[in-house]
């Protein structure tokens, strides 16, 4: 095993040695806003918006003394007045007066749109705080997600959120509770990945590796295919079978000709599976080569080398024409930027 010191710095490794977060790619970040990138998940609250105490539908009826009025009612309203009494206490953390909903993502936006506008603008603003601070202060982008989660329980995308924030605090059993509302919500499994990693996170490695493999590889984005690779490699780690651990990165997406987004991040994990097999001149290549996809990424975002990268874009496909190629076949229609390095030419 190597002893590099920037070993315990690179995503994939608990603090124990073992490797953790492995789907370190977009699909397990908030993405509801742009740039500090990318939003996600949460709980329930009134259907009007309005907090559920007091004078929210339901409030005790004076003239009906310890009884409670259900004329009028929605169910979802009636709902909310049962949680109220097993609801544990929160206290809604406090937004910022700079915040503004538009640094909200518009299709994030848009899926609020069954609740109603007060509620919708402050759910926004809970989810804006979870971006800016889901990677400074964890613990915080937390309690801003169960806030949004509290006033839009039913919304796949604010529940996402939650567990997410939940994964990022070390609170697993949330985190995979959570995930699997939002799969039931949304019908995506997008976020396996993370599952599988959570299940980890338990110290379950066996029904990690079953999770993983309960849903068709193919079904997925690429770069969900990608994440969930490095979440059941790392799961075979976690087992004792570096050997194993290899055959799971083995994928269409291990190759070092080209860069997607999610390429340094497989190429690291293979690095790290080499180093543990003690492979380390093939490990110290692949790190190579990890360096180059990030290079060739961060040049294409910026434009500041078009002799040397060119962006590509695809629509919902990540076949490079081979043979072993596997299709996205997911129904997701996003572009994905492929960036190809382009050989220099000699005058």
Same mark, same amino acid.
């Given at each position: 095993?190597?002893?590099?010191?920037?070993?315990?710095?690179?995503?994939?490794?608990?603090?124990?040695?073992?490797?953790?977060?492995?789907p370190?790619?977009?699909?397990d970040?908030?993405?509801?806003?742009?740039?500090?990138?990318?939003?996600?998940?949460?709980? =329930?609250w009134? $259907? &009007?918006?309005?907090? %559920?105490?007091?004078? !929210?539908?339901? #409030?005790?009826?004076? @003239?009906? /003394?310890?009884?409670?009025?259900?004329?009028?009612?929605?169910?979802?309203?009636?709902?909310?007045?049962?949680?109220?009494?097993?609801?544990?206490?929160?206290?809604?953390?406090?937004?910022?007066?700079?915040?503004?909903?538009?640094?909200?993502?518009?299709?994030?936006?848009?899926?609020?749109?069954?609740?109603s506008?007060?509620?919708?603008?402050?759910?926004?603003?809970?989810?804006?705080?979870?971006?800016? =601070?889901?990677? $400074? &202060?964890?613990?915080? %982008?937390?309690?801003? !997600?169960?806030? #949004?989660?509290?006033? @839009?329980? /039913?919304?796949?995308?604010?529940?996402?959120?939650?567990?997410?924030?939940?994964?990022?605090?070390?609170?697993?059993a949330?985190?995979?509770?959570?995930?699997?509302t939002?799969?039931?919500?949304?019908?995506?499994?997008?976020?396996?990945?993370?599952?599988?990693?959570?299940?980890?996170?338990?110290?379950?490695?066996?029904?990690?590796?079953?999770?993983?493999?309960?849903?068709?590889?193919?079904?997925?984005?690429?770069?969900?295919?990608?994440?969930?690779?490095?979440?059941m490699?790392?799961?075979?780690?976690?087992?004792?079978?570096?050997?194993?651990?290899?055959?799971?990165?083995?994928?269409?997406?291990?190759?070092?000709?080209?860069?997607?987004?999610?390429?340094?991040?497989?190429?690291?994990?293979?690095?790290?599976?080499?180093?543990?097999?003690?492979?380390?001149?093939?490990?110290?290549?692949?790190?190579?080569?990890?360096?180059?996809?990030?290079?060739?990424?961060?040049?294409?975002?910026?434009?500041?080398?078009?002799?040397?990268?060119?962006?590509?874009?695809?629509?919902?496909?990540?076949?490079?024409?081979?043979?072993?190629?596997?299709?996205?076949t997911?129904?997701?229609?996003?572009?994905?930027?492929?960036?190809?390095?382009?050989?220099?030419?000699?005058?």
């Amino acid at each position: 095993m190597s002893d590099s010191p920037d070993r315990e710095k690179r995503p994939g490794r608990r603090q124990d040695g073992a490797r953790s977060d492995g789907p370190r790619n977009g699909s397990d970040r908030p993405r509801g806003t742009r740039p500090p990138q990318k939003s996600g998940e949460k709980k =329930l609250w009134t $259907s &009007d918006g309005k907090p %559920a105490r007091s004078a !929210a539908p339901g #409030a005790r009826d004076k @003239a009906n /003394r310890g009884g409670y009025r259900d004329e009028g009612l929605t169910p979802e309203e009636l709902r909310q007045r049962e949680l109220r009494a097993v609801r544990p206490h929160h206290d809604d953390p406090d937004v910022p007066e700079d915040v503004s909903v538009k640094e909200l993502d518009k299709g994030a936006f848009n899926e609020l749109k069954t609740l109603s506008k007060e509620n919708a603008e402050g759910v926004a603003k809970h989810l804006v705080m979870v971006a800016r =601070l889901i990677e $400074s &202060d964890p613990e915080l %982008a937390h309690k801003h !997600a169960t806030s #949004a989660s509290r006033r @839009a329980g /039913r919304i796949a995308m604010v529940r996402e959120t939650l567990a997410i924030t939940a994964y990022a605090t070390g609170d697993f059993a949330l985190a995979i509770r959570e995930l699997r509302t939002y799969r039931r919500i949304s019908g995506s499994n997008e976020q396996l990945a993370l599952m599988v990693d959570s299940e980890r996170g338990l110290g379950r490695p066996d029904r990690a590796l079953e999770l993983g493999r309960s849903v068709p590889r193919e079904s997925l984005t690429p770069a969900s295919q990608v994440a969930v690779a490095i979440a059941m490699s790392g799961a075979r780690l976690d087992q004792g079978q570096p050997e194993a651990a290899l055959a799971e990165l083995h994928i269409p997406q291990l190759d070092a000709k080209r860069a997607y987004t999610y390429s340094p991040e497989l190429f690291w994990a293979y690095a790290e599976v080499l180093d543990d097999l003690g492979r380390q001149g093939e490990a110290a290549e692949w790190r190579e080569n990890a360096d180059r996809a990030e290079a060739a990424l961060y040049a294409a975002s910026t434009d500041e080398d078009d002799d040397l990268v060119e962006v590509f874009e695809e629509e919902g496909s990540d076949d490079d024409g081979s043979p072993d190629a596997t299709p996205d076949t997911s129904p997701d229609t996003t572009e994905d930027t492929t960036v190809e390095p382009v050989p220099e030419t000699k005058e």
